[in-house]
């Protein structure tokens, strides 16, 4: 059992995070005006202090059901809010909820009345279906890495598992530490429940899933670990493209290397 100051502590903890990773999303390029979202599963870290709070909102109805949800909590990035801001003032810049119990709507207890992200959909029907699955994950990111969703604007790319192979061959620890590839979804309206859907399948064999022509979403134990994943991918997609700047089609590891490196690495496929 932890004790009320320890959950406190480890609350403040992922919040931080939360605000050192919105850093990294402003200063890589990655989140232009409100772009990019982020939500954290706070549920585990809610005390009584926190349980008992008033909502601070209306009920705000969602477009999905969430049966797994009932009763939880979340810290969400606020709609229209800048990364860039957020990074320095978490709390002003996003707020607290909880999903009501009819699983179908939320209200806002803390610290101010900040509507959750456009994303808020894909989100928590995301945290429903990792929570359903008995899964560890309490982040979810999405962001608009540059060169990643460039590279989703060519078909050849977008077929299974094509994107994920180039990548990993690009430098050995991309595997290493996205050890289940980037999966597609081909495009769909920003916000909308089917995008939620889509993603839905596809994080049963992904971590990061690319959604075309305009992001990922990420997920992980924790926020870092979600941005490291992306972060990675990024990087396997930069060589590929400063290799191409400088007039060649890069090689790549060799099926025989990526085979080695899947082995020493116990990784899966
Ligand atoms: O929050 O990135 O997809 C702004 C977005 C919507
Ligand atoms: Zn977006």
Same mark, same amino acid.
């Given at each position: 059992m932890k004790t009320i100051l320890e959950e406190r502590l480890e609350l403040k903890r992922e919040i931080e995070k939360v605000a050192e990773v919105a850093g990294y999303l402003w200063t890589k390029g990655?989140?232009?005006? !409100? #772009?990019g979202n982020i939500t954290i599963n706070i549920t585990d870290l809610a005390d009584s202090g926190m349980k008992s709070m008033a909502a601070i909102s209306d009920i705000i109805k969602l477009d999905v059901e969430l %049966? !797994?949800? /009932?009763g939880a909590f979340f810290y969400c990035k606020g709609t229209n809010k800048r990364m860039r801001d957020l990074a320095r003032f978490p709390m002003d810049n996003g707020s607290v909820i909880r999903i009501c119990d009819d699983c179908k709507s939320y209200e806002i207890i803390a610290d101010n009345p900040v509507k959750p992200t456009s994303e808020i959909t894909a989100h928590l029907s995301v945290h429903n279906h990792m929570v359903g699955k008995g899964s560890n994950y309490k982040a979810v990111l999405h962001t608009h890495p540059i060169e990643l969703v460039a590279m989703s604007h060519n078909p050849e790319f977008l077929k299974k598992d094509v994107l994920t192979k180039l990548l990993w061959s690009m430098i050995p620890e991309t595997k290493a530490f996205c050890p289940r590839g980037l999966g597609i979804i081909p495009y /769909?309206? %920003? #916000?909308s429940v089917e995008l939620a859907e889509s993603s839905l399948k596809e994080l049963d064999d992904y971590d990061v899933v690319m959604w075309e022509k305009h992001g990922v979403l990420a997920v992980g134990d924790d926020i870092l670990e979600a941005f490291d994943q992306v972060d990675v991918l990024t990087k396997s997609a930069q060589i590929y493209i400063a290799a191409k700047n400088m007039g060649f089609t890069p090689d790549g590891m060799s099926d025989e290397a990526m085979k080695e490196m899947s082995v020493v690495f116990n990784l899966p496929k």
């Open positions: 990655w989140a232009e005006r !409100n #772009g %049966p !797994n949800l /009932k /769909k309206i %920003p #916000g």
